[in-house]
């Protein structure tokens, strides 16, 4: 009844919504079905109540695909020119660790089957450094923090190469057998002498003339040299160490460059591939044998629009090209996204950035046609829907759920119903049958089965892969089944390392690229912005809103978010007494503080051109100066017809849209605000 994020509607029946619905599938299908773009996410899991179901519906329809995830595009990407596409594919442990570097991830509060790890090892007498702009719940329980600006991770990890570099201290013989690209001599034949190379680039006998000394970092990590030098020589002595690579890093306008760069100290040091070592990425985890997939139809749609960047689908449509905005498949568009079904996931507005901007593409008519929301909850981003649905709550609908981020132990959790629908609320599978049988489709949708149907189909499909699993009617007897990983399989890349000619990897040379002669091709031609840079090694490079950008003189702090323990993402983010135990507030150093004469506990307001929220600050000493801090996914909670404050301490408020140069993947931690009394 009022404008898209008015969050006002008028009561519907359910055949008048799945009427409305399917008729405008079809009449939008009947132009170009690519203009459809199913955009679910994690709220809701499990193979029939979970984002499966309806990708299945969608991708009979050939509606448009996403590329990805949001969480680790940039780092997943870049790291797979460097180490293939199995990187992180195999769980590790760090039992034998001498020392474990915590490089930009809080494991305490967004993963702690790592940390349980990590203990392990410190128990054992691992030494265990941090390196992160905030002193977190986990840097707090390490031997050592160090604290840098955001975004100069790659500078802090090139000076302490140039260190093992200028002292012998890399494993030479590891970087000969397995990598290329290190010097000149591990280079591709017709690149060598151009002083391309890593160690040219590390030594400034590169492009740039510049060393990467303990000094020249110093200097845009505001991490003293002699630390730098301390920490390098603690790293080379440690046989062996893990260097585990949080998520944070690489959500950063350069964050496939960062990702590159930290890998490289596992490189440098050879400690890929053995127990107590690691790749230098982040930690995977150990997953049931059993597949348990729901079947794809074959749709004939080869494009696929980055998962950050769907929202110029629907503004820019035609004008996103492969070589600008990262399309896949093809050299551009076929058509603008005109209808979206958002299922399980407050990812339009609240979880998307700049929601200002996203808000005025949203509610223009003229560009999304038509927008679906399902969920349990009116989140900000269901304000935005044409037609809002009420899902059933996770625990009063049947489903199989299989482990996640579990560590070195995998589950599979399958039960029924504990109650009855209340209300008017209907499944997700249920619903997208009846839309189907509108549109003539039903059989070929359900294949004859109901929800408990699916689910024992794919079940005993996945038993297959597994022997040792429990009859379908046994699972749902008892309600959970695990599995530890097999002694032996937990060691990334050991195989590779056993005998790297019988285990190549997935890159063109089968070896760990250092320098990525693939990516230079693939960028050769793409059109960057003049703050944007990609390498084919893993190098240094200021970023758009970092430190160093002119806007910077504006708006002179850096605002970077983090996972925040009252939620998970915005799940939960509406939940009162978690909001009274877990407050929002804004992290700030007492220098910064002090300059703008705020004192711990006022409201603030904190803004840039893209927006304002007003929030609680935190003085504390346990952030970088220059730098402020929000947790991310609280709920946005502005007037949209009136200012646009944001009184709910949303970061997306505040967040630039920006993607990544090659990944085109979410920058969020790269922004740059000020902050004054409210």
């Not at 930690?283 to 139809?297: F, V, W």
């Not at 003229?366 to 989140?379: G, P």
């Not at 189909?457 to 959970?480: C, K, N, S, V």
């Amino acid at each position: 009844s009022g404008p898209k994020g008015s969050g006002r509607f008028t009561p519907v029946s359910w055949d008048e919504a799945l009427d409305d619905i399917a008729r405008r599938l079809r009449k939008i299908a009947a132009r170009d079905p690519q203009a459809i773009l199913p955009y679910s996410y994690a709220g809701t899991m499990g193979l029939v109540q979970g984002e499966s179901m309806d990708r299945r519906f969608f991708h009979r329809l050939g509606a448009s695909q996403l590329a990805r995830t949001i969480c680790a595009t940039a780092g997943a990407e870049g790291l797979t020119y460097t180490l293939g596409g199995k990187v992180g594919m195999k769980t590790q442990f760090f039992a034998e660790s001498k020392l474990i570097l915590i490089w930009g991830g809080n494991s305490i509060a967004s993963n702690l089957h790592f940390w349980r790890l990590a203990q392990q090892a410190k128990r054992a007498g691992a030494r265990l450094v941090c390196i992160d702009p905030r002193r977190t719940e986990t840097a707090e329980k390490c031997h050592e923090h160090l604290q840098l600006r955001p975004g100069t991770d790659a500078a802090l990890a090139s000076a302490i190469a140039h260190e093992w570099i200028a002292n012998d201290q890399v494993d030479k013989g590891f970087l000969d057998e397995y990598c290329v690209g290190y010097d000149d001599a591990t280079m591709p034949e017709e690149l060598r002498g151009q002083g391309k190379s890593y160690v040219d680039y590390i030594t400034g006998k590169g492009a740039d003339k510049t060393a990467k000394t303990p000094e020249w970092a110093s200097a845009i990590t505001l991490v003293p040299a002699a630390t730098i030098e301390t920490l390098a020589r603690e790293i080379a002595a440690a046989k062996p160490c893990a260097i585990y690579q949080g998520k944070g890093p690489q959500r950063r306008g350069n964050g496939e460059q960062t990702a590159r760069a930290i890998c490289m100290l596992a490189i440098l040091t050879g400690n890929v591939g053995i127990n107590g070592g690691n790749t230098g990425s982040d930690l995977d985890s150990y997953y049931m044998p059993a597949d348990y997939g729901i079947p794809m139809p074959d749709n004939g749609v080869e494009t696929s629009i980055g998962v950050f960047t769907w929202i110029d689908a629907v503004d820019r449509g035609t004008a996103m090209t492969a070589t600008r905005d990262g399309v896949r498949g093809r050299d551009a568009l076929a058509v603008p996204v005109k209808f979206i079904f958002n299922y399980g996931g407050n990812c339009l507005t609240n979880q998307h950035h700049d929601i200002n901007r996203t808000h005025d593409i949203l509610a223009d008519e003229s560009k999304c046609e038509f927008i679906v929301v399902w969920d349990t909850f009116l989140t900000d981003s269901a304000k935005y829907a044409d037609i809002l649905l009420p899902d059933l709550m996770a625990v009063e609908q049947p489903n199989i759920v299989q482990s996640e981020y579990a560590g070195n132990m995998a589950y599979t959790i399958a039960g029924t119903a504990i109650t009855s629908p209340k209300f008017e609320r209907r499944t997700l599978y249920s619903t997208l049958a009846d839309i189907a049988e509108r549109l003539g489709q039903r059989d070929e949708f359900t294949e004859g089965l109901d929800e408990m149907g699916w689910l024992e189909r794919l079940y005993e499909q996945g038993r297959e892969g597994d022997p040792d699993q429990p009859t379908f009617e046994a699972m749902l007897e008892q309600g959970i089944y695990r599995k530890q990983c097999p002694e032996g399989e937990h060691v990334a890349f050991k195989d590779f390392r056993d005998d790297p000619e019988a285990n190549p990897l997935d890159t063109p040379s089968g070896k760990i690229e250092i320098y990525s002669q693939a990516l230079e091709e693939k960028v050769a031609d793409w059109e960057l912005d003049d703050d944007q840079f990609i390498s084919p090694l893993p190098v240094y490079c200021p970023e758009s809103e970092g430190y160093a950008d002119p806007l910077a003189e504006k708006y002179p702090l850096q605002l970077t978010g983090f996972h925040f323990k009252g939620r998970c993402h915005s799940s939960y983010g509406n939940i009162e007494v978690l909001k009274k135990a877990n407050p929002g507030e804004l992290w700030m150093n007492p220098l910064d503080a002090a300059e703008r004469n705020l004192a711990d506990g006022d409201t603030v307001q904190v803004f840039n051109d893209r927006g304002t929220v007003e929030i609680v600050v935190k003085v504390t000493p346990r952030i970088i100066p220059g730098t402020v801090a929000m947790g991310q996914g609280a709920w946005h909670d502005a007037d949209m017809a009136g200012d646009k404050i944001d009184r709910g301490g949303c970061i997306n408020t505040l967040t630039a849209y920006k993607p990544s140069p090659f990944a085109k993947a979410n920058p969020s931690h790269t922004n740059l605000v000020e902050v004054v009394k409210a």
